[in-house]
């Protein structure tokens, strides 16, 4: 009788976790790839609304010249308390013929920014402004401040890049809360490659650098976003 027991018992356990994987996988999948999906389409919607604001805005002249951009969107307020997240974003590099590559997925997580977000959700927005912070982009990880330097972005719509102190930093920082746009400090968050999210839309783990490099294809999920860079940032 424990014989037959401990037979039963053992096959049960053998056979759980195959049982449970066939039929939770496809479902996870899809859940991930709408993530996903949403989030191109999300960040594609942030520069549309920010770029139609009023005069307290990003500036053209800024947008023109960037090298990459990182859109974070809808960080809720208190995020950074679970697990150490802050939020799940996409970047955007252009290529040596000024065009924008393809997207890849990153986290940004870790610092001492949280309490400076304001409101229910907060759209972050980062400019890379020359090819150092680029490189810094091509890293798997890198920390904003120690590895990367980093501002609040100014805001006003006729301001002009130039080369005062705050341009002087390799990537600037926004946020947009309940349509208020500003400049937000990000000293000490870390900024790293979104695996899971890389892997629903590329089929395969992806390194920072094959997204700087353009060597990826431009996946047809990121057409709405990549009308918005045509049309906002050339």
């Not at 790839?33 to 002249?61: C, N, W, Y």
């Not at 997240?85 to 997580?109: D, E, H, K, Y």
């Not at 294809?217 to 009308?227: M, S, V």
Request: hydrophobic share 40%.
């Amino acid at each position: 009788m424990h014989g037959w027991l401990r037979t039963v018992v053992a096959g049960l356990l053998v056979g759980t976790p195959l049982l449970v994987s066939s039929v939770s996988t496809p479902a996870a999948t899809a859940k991930i790839d709408r993530k996903v999906r949403e989030r191109l389409d999300r960040s594609a919607e942030i520069l549309t609304e920010i770029m139609r604001a009023p005069d307290q805005g990003l500036s053209p002249d800024f947008l023109r010249q960037c090298e990459g951009l990182v859109f974070i969107p809808g960080v809720k307020k208190g995020a950074l308390i679970v697990g150490g997240q802050f939020g799940r974003g996409v970047m955007v590099v252009r290529q040596p013929n000024r065009q924008w590559g393809p997207p890849g997925f990153v986290t940004l997580g870790g610092g001492s920014f949280g309490l400076q977000i304001g409101g229910q959700s907060t759209d972050v927005i980062l400019l890379v402004m020359n090819r150092r912070g680029i490189e810094k982009l091509a890293s798997n990880k890198f920390k904003l401040g120690a590895d990367a330097s980093v501002a609040a972005g100014p805001v006003g719509r006729d301001l002009k890049a130039g080369t005062d102190i705050q341009m002087q930093a390799e990537i600037l920082s926004y946020s947009r809360s309940q349509g208020v746009f500003a400049g937000l400090s990000l000293e000490g968050a870390t900024l790293q490659v979104d695996d899971e999210a890389n892997k629903a839309i590329y089929g395969r783990t992806v390194a920072s650098r094959e997204v700087v490099e353009g060597t990826l294809p431009r996946p047809k999920e990121a057409a709405r976003l990549y009308a918005v860079l045509r049309r906002y940032a050339g």
